[in-house]
């Protein structure tokens, strides 16, 4: 299985645009989708992408996902953020079993 | 909406097997196209996918603890269930159910999670 690696943090003011990358050991990144997951302190993860760059209904359009195979990352973007947005991001993918990157706290301060 | 709730003991000693069940509602638990999932967060870590089970009975689980797992259905009880088995200080985090969409490897509903601990 390859593996999926994130930064452990970010950290952006509100209103402003994050990016979180994932990028994968082996294999390209376009050879099978990737997702990525919310999870708010004491909760559990609720998807926010799937398919790379499809939103889940009511997931707001301020959230989006692409890949990038010259880089073989995915990578999600998070525009005019809120405080709310304040969370740990996972990427996740599959191979021959589903592979979660080790995830991105995102501060919003 | 789907809902899943996992039930089980949150304490459990070490050597012994972990059991829980997740209990899906508001959708078929013998829908085509998606799968039956467990998933751990160990302190201080990220997501490990354990294993799923198809609604007709087949599993498939995570190579690095196949040995220990295994996955059933109770369809009558809308019911899936995992067992761990021989476990130790190091499989207690928390683990949760969700329901993977097939074709495209994604988990679109997860539970609020159950924290079990192994302790003597």
């Known amino acids: 299985n390859f593996m999926l690696t994130q930064p452990h943090s970010v950290s952006e003011s509100p209103g402003k645009t994050v990016i979180i990358s994932c990028t994968r050991s082996s294999g390209s990144i376009a050879d099978n989708y990737v997702q990525w997951y919310q999870q708010r302190p004491g909760s559990s993860p609720t998807p926010v992408i799937y398919d790379d760059d499809r939103r889940p209904s009511g997931v707001p359009g301020r959230f989006s996902g692409s890949i990038d195979t010259s880089s073989n990352s995915a990578s999600l973007i998070i525009s005019g953020l809120k405080t709310d947005d304040e969370a740990e991001y996972y990427c996740q993918s599959f191979d021959q079993s589903p592979v979660f990157g080790g995830g991105t706290k995102l501060t919003v301060l | 909406q789907v809902q899943l709730q996992e039930s089980g003991p949150g304490l459990v000693k070490p050597s012994q097997t972990l059991s829980l069940s997740c209990t899906v509602s508001?959708?078929?638990?013998?829908?085509?196209?998606?799968?039956w999932s467990w998933i751990r967060q160990l302190p201080g870590k990220g997501l490990e996918w354990i294993g799923y089970i198809y609604h007709y009975g087949s599993t498939y689980y995570n190579p690095s603890l196949e040995s220990r797992v295994a996955l059933s259905l109770d369809t009558s009880k809308k019911q899936f269930s995992l067992k761990l088995s021989s476990v130790t200080a190091a499989d207690s985090g928390i683990y949760y159910c969700a329901r993977e969409v097939h074709l495209t490897t994604w988990f679109d509903f997860w539970g609020r999670g159950t924290l079990v601990t192994v302790s003597p």
């Open positions: 508001g959708g078929s638990i013998n829908s085509d196209g998606y799968y």
